[in-house]
């Protein structure tokens, strides 16, 4: 294309003015031929917008014409050199059209337009489709004639079909309205011209265009703004259409029989079930919380139809049980509005069929297994996939919505965040910095969501299932599309405080901590790292009872801290990572002060004041957030109220914000119950080891509580042989090794022990083996050994998926560190017995110097492995035990 064309292929010169500079700047002006739809609450607001176009057009002496047509006041008053031209629309459509087409021909070409609003048109033909009609039949002949018109439409008076044909068909379609006394500009579509800020909602004031940045606001704008935002077709067969129709009906009725009240109870409780699913226990929540008003908008939201998914259903009946909360905060004002849309679980199966990936899908659920090749494979099918137009086109709507708003495409499977099966981290999330042109916008957000199907059949999501029972389950994989909370700072986009609040604590590390208060990982910037186990860098972990309680002192708090920000960058319109050090740099980052601190000569100095600017290596504490605001006190109560309400403890993520005042506004992204990890402890009824000789050793940090007896197998991967020996490929391939181990026969038919240096699951793989829940999941017990010599450190992790997925597999982790004389490690025993890996896996006998994999029993005789963990004393054993039964299993 010739640089100095546009994409209508007009050349650039022809550049035209709304008569407001700062909308030519958001929109980089009009062009020659340009049909500018505006979309209004209020003709007045129109009229504003209409008349200073005119005004501009004469003064240039352009030929200006009004056609004029409905009921409402004058859009544009008579002044000199404006050519008014009524035309009667009662007449109908074929003769309105004619008659408007033939002022077009007879002005010729260059002439400017501004027309009454055409919603106007519906009270004489009865039907915006003729609307739509006539719009796809003059815009395409006022773009030949190179002109510009202006239009206005109703907002939430027509129907969604009717607004998207007119979308297709005109160049330019801004939303304005107003909220709270204030006016916004919001362009939806502005063909040929793009900028990083063009498709946000503006606050228009004083002259002046101002981007919606921070997410809190925009939700509010935009929920305040927008009735319906999803096209629906309007013979729509979907099941609940019916059953919302009917409760529609009767909700607007002014008085209700009792006899219809019953009616309407039993109708909104099969609603609830068509949206939400058939859990009894989360159902009896959602009856009790969820209202009819909370139910037709998650209809209104919900692209395609079916069920919206347990992650998105725990998210909504969270938020309405702390809005109904009646404790010391005012959650109302405390949470910001979610703002989120959902795929219904039907797109799945649809998406599944028309692109013949159902058989697919069946055979790798059915055989529960499934290499990292052939689902990188699998992958590419499902992007090479296709959604229906109905489809393209709510998704088009919720874009339209969004504008370029930061957004992430969460799975929410029907068995997710539920009672018993919480999926963490299986099933894969997409953050999309939806940058770009509309149609790249487009592109980027099918993409991840393929990607989000795609997951179903990943191999940790398979080995979940099987392992949990789940394999012939009914699982259909909805979506949630969330608002990214946050502002932009610089080219960035992320969230202030980001994290996972639990409302009993399990990671106890002194005595003075109340575990049934909570615990809290915190991060700066995405949660990300907070929910996934990164190396080399920490959250800060906050005992809701003792938010200043501390492990580390002095110039260690430095070494456990947090050093990279997951954001999002929106030049480059991708997820990456920066150093917090070039985040600080400038120290004009919002709120800093509440964040760092400094760290010499092991003492710590936090900021006193906002100015952080003196502060030299400035260390993530947020030790004046827990200090001088209500952050803590917040989430202690949010936590302690669900627990209260769901009768069992529960996990969330969240993000949050503090305001110039250090108010601070968070955002609850999910909730589901929270399993205990390890059997209940009970000293009477365990038997400590009587010999030393028989202990492998003992660990006394960070130790939950249960009894595992009868370990057959000990997978033991030599800390020094890994650190000094393995170079970097054998590293990378020791994963493979161990989850293809853990995958045996002979390991699944029997319990065994995984222990190795450093983190296991970590992506840094000097840090530890690599490895993901699929290598790991049919082991009973996970061991993680630190070397001073090896340099490796271990970390619980608490909060991450990796920590839930050893809670919800009862597999009990045990940190041991060999050079403290009180762990009594048995070097011996592990460096003199032999190695069965070449017995049961022959082709991985090369790595037999870093792997060894003992079978105990041949090894002792009839003596297996016992696990006794204390978590009330902290303290653990392993060690040999005669069997006492032995045909017991």
């Known amino acids: ?125 009865a039907t915006d489709q003729l609307l739509a009609n006539f719009f796809q039949v003059t815009c395409p002949y006022l773009w030949e004639m190179d002109t510009v018109a202006y239009f206005a439409l109703t907002r939430g008076k027509h129907s969604h079909v009717a607004v998207a044909r007119i979308r297709d068909t005109t160049q330019v379609l801004i939303d304005v309205y107003r909220i709270a006394g204030n006016l916004y500009i919001h362009p939806l579509k502005v063909l040929g011209r793009y900028s990083s800020q063009m498709f946000l909602p503006h606050r228009f004031s004083n002259q002046s265009m101002s ?260 394999g012939e389950s009914d699982e259909q994989m909805a979506i949630l599309v969330q608002r990214v909370s946050g502002f932009r700072y610089k080219n960035f986009f992320f969230p202030q405080l980001a994290g996972v609040a639990f409302s009993h604590n399990l990671y106890r590390w002194t005595d003075r901590i109340d575990s049934a208060q909570g615990l809290v990982r915190l991060v700066f910037g995405l949660g990300t790292r907070a929910v996934n186990r990164v190396g080399g860098d920490y959250p800060r972990m906050i005992a809701i009872s003792h938010p200043d309680l501390r492990q580390e002192t002095g110039s260690q708090i430095a070494a456990y801290s947090q050093r990279r920000v997951d954001l999002l960058d929106l030049d480059s319109n991708a997820f990456c990572t920066k150093p917090f050090a070039d985040i600080a740099a400038d120290g004009d ?18 900021p006193v004041g906002i100015l952080v600017g003196r502060l ?36 969330t993520e969240f993000t949050a914000f503090v305001g110039p005042q250090g108010n601070i506004r968070i955002n609850l992204l999910q909730c589901r119950p929270m399993r205990l990890p390890g059997a209940k402890f009970n000293d009477t009824q365990v038997s400590w080891p009587s010999r030393q000789e028989s202990v492998l050793f003992r660990a006394g940090r960070m130790i939950p509580g249960g009894v595992i007896d009868r370990i057959r197998y000990i997978i033991f991967v030599d800390p020094d042989a890994y650190s000094q020996k393995a170079s970097l490929n054998e590293k990378k391939s020791l994963g493979r090794v161990v989850g293809s181990i853990n995958r045996h026969p002979a390991l699944q038919e029997n319990r065994a ?21 699929a290598d790991i999941n049919n082991v009973s017990a996970l061991v993680e050994i630190a070397l001073e010599s090896a340099g490796h450190v271990p970390e619980l992790s608490y909060g991450t998926h990796f920590f839930l997925d050893l809670v919800e597999s009862h597999i009990i982790y045990l940190p041991v560190y060999p050079d403290d004389p009180a762990a009594d490690f048995n070097f011996s025993f592990f460096e003199k017995a032999p190695n069965s890996l070449g017995q049961i896996l022959p082709e991985y006998l090369p790595y037999a110097n870093f792997v060894k994999l003992i079978d105990v029993p041949a090894l002792t005789g009839n003596r297996f492995v016992t696990i006794i963990a204390d978590a009330q004393s902290q303290k653990a054993v392993c060690f040999l035990e005669e069997d006492a039964a032995p045909d017991k299993e």
């Open 616 to 651: 030299k290596h400035p260390v993530l504490t947020f030790n004046n957030l827990l200090g001088q605001t209500d952050f803590v006190r917040a989430l202690k109560e949010a936590t302690a109220e669900l627990e209260r309400v769901y009768g069992y403890p529960v996990d």
């Open 753 to 773: 022990m995984l222990m190795g240096p450093g983190r296991w699951g970590s992506s840094n793989i000097s840090l530890g083996v690599n490895t993901s829940y």
């Open 211 to 470: 981007p919606i940045f921070q997410s809190g606001e925009a939700s509010e704008v935009l929920a305040r703004a927008s009735r319906q935002p999803l096209r629906r077709k309007a013979d729509s067969s979907v099941p609940w259409e019916a059953v919302y129709k009917k409760l529609s009906r009767v909700e607007e009725a002014e008085l209700v029989s009792p006899e219809l009240a019953q009616e309407v109870g039993a109708l909104k409780q099969e609603f609830c079930r068509m949206l939400l699913g058939d859990s009894p226990r989360f159902n009896f929540l959602a009856d009790k919380y969820l209202s009819l008003n909370d139910l037709f908008a998650i209809r209104n939201r919900m692209i395609g139809s079916g069920r919206i998914g347990g992650k998105a259903a725990g998210m909504i009946v969270a938020r309405k049980i702390l809005l109904e909360a009646h404790g010391e905060m005012d959650f109302g004002r405390l949470l910001e509005q979610h703002d989120s849309f959902f795929i219904g679980s039907d797109v799945f199966f649809s998406f599944l069929v028309n692109n013949d990936l159902f058989r697919l899908r069946m055979r790798l659920t059915r055989s529960s297994q499934i290499s990292d090749e052939e689902f990188r494979q699998v992958e590419e099918r499902f992007l090479a996939g296709k959604f229906s137009p109905e489809i393209l086109g709510q998704v088009q709507d919720m874009l339209d919505y969004f504008g370029q708003a930061p957004i992430i495409v969460r799975s929410s499977s029907l068995l997710e965040d539920g009672f018993g099966n919480a999926f963490a981290g299986k099933y894969r999330s997409e953050f999309c910095a939806n940058q770009g042109r509309p149609e790249q916008r487009m592109e980027a957000f099918l993409n991840a969501v393929k990607l989000v199907y795609a997951s179903a059949v990943n191999p940790d999501a398979l080995a979940y299932r099987k392992q949990r029972g789940l």
């Open 1 to 125: 294309m010739d640089e100095n064309k546009s994409i209508s292929g007009r050349p650039d010169e022809s550049f035209v003015s709304t008569g407001f500079p700062a909308i030519d700047e958001v929109i980089d002006r009009l062009r020659m031929g340009d049909n500018v739809v505006w979309q209004v609450d209020e003709v007045e607001n129109y009229s504003i917008l209409a008349r200073r176009f005119a005004k501009t057009a004469l003064d240039e002496g352009r030929k200006l014409i009004y056609i004029r047509f409905a009921p409402h006041p004058l859009i544009l008053k008579p002044r000199e050199n404006l050519l008014t031209i009524k035309v009667d629309s009662a007449q109908g459509f074929d003769s309105f059209s004619t008659q408007v087409n033939t002022i077009i021909e007879q002005q010729g070409p260059g002439a400017f337009y501004v027309f009454d609003n055409l919603s106007a048109l519906v009270e004489d033909w």
């Open 589 to 606: 980052y919002p709120g800093l002060h509440l964040f760092v601190s400094s760290i010499e000569n092991d003492f710590v100095q936090d």
